[in-house]
T-cell receptor
Framework: DVKVTQSSRYLVKRTGEKVFLECVQD?????MFWYRQDPGLGLRLIYF???????EKGDIPEGYSVSREKKERFSLILESASTNQTSMYLCASRTTGGVLETQYFGPGTRLLVL | DQQVKQNSPSLSVQEGRISILNCDYTNSMFDYFLWYKKYPAEGPTFLISISSIKDKNEDGRFTVFLNKSAKHLSLHIVPSQPGDSAVYFC??????????FGAGTTVTVRA
């Protein structure tokens, strides 16, 4: 069974803290994605990775970085959290060459930055 | 600027009736469109898709219509059931890789 897991369901952090959001997939997918979901804006792509150690900026990369040291794990890093990064963060994965329908999402991490 | 727009944030429909969700896009290079369904505390799951070479795709109670000249697509759910209550996202792609999402429409099916 397909599985994308995210390390935390809820997270509360203080402004200025460094925050790590972890995502793990067990499907041997090459491609992994980080989105944020905000009311009225839908899902917006932050970063994606098409292979280990490879990354590309999405539509809203400012304030974020990513790490992909192993194929199954994709980390989103908030170097210095700010209140405008309070959001729902969704990770997804897909195999290279796979149809778009095979992009699977994790359950999300709801981050609150105080 | 959002390239995929869902202008109705919410929709309430009686059980057994038709639900119609609308989606507009601005990027004429989009050639593949998908609908995702999202329950609270879960990630979005794929529902139905359509390629730009078609104008209709059906899967059980779900039908997606595409009007390329109007840059408009719609999702019809017939008949609506209580389990259909969820947030529905329209998504589009022009590179078989990245997806652009709309803001979502929250559907509530009343018993």
């Amino acid at each position: 069974d397909v599985k994308v897991t995210q390390s935390s369901r809820y997270l509360v952090k203080r402004t200025g803290e460094k925050v790590f959001l972890e995502c793990v997939q067990d499907m041997d997918h090459e491609n992994m994605f980080w989105y944020r979901q905000d009311p009225g804006l839908g899902l917006r792509l932050i970063y994606f990775s098409y292979d280990v150690k490879m990354k590309e900026k999405g539509d809203i990369p400012e304030g974020y970085s990513v790490s992909r040291e192993k194929k199954e794990r994709f980390s989103l890093i908030l170097e210095s959290a700010s209140t405008n990064q309070t959001s729902m963060y969704l990770c997804a994965s897909r195999t290279t060459g796979g149809v778009l329908e095979t992009q699977y999402f994790g359950p999300g991490t709801r981050l609150l930055v105080l | 600027d959002q390239q995929v727009k869902q202008n109705s944030p919410s929709l309430s429909v009686q059980e057994g009736r038709i639900s119609i969700l609308n989606c507009d896009y601005t990027n004429s290079m989009f050639d593949y469109f998908l609908w995702y369904k999202k329950y609270p505390a879960e990630g979005p799951t794929f529902l139905i898709s359509i390629s730009s070479i078609k104008d209709k795709n059906e899967d059980g109670r779900f039908t997606v219509f595409l009007n390329k000249s109007a840059k408009h697509l719609s999702l019809h759910i017939v008949p609506s059931q209580p389990g259909d209550s969820a947030v529905y996202f329209c998504a589009a792609s022009d590179d078989d890789y990245k997806l652009s999402f709309g803001a979502g429409t929250t559907v509530t099916v009343r018993a």
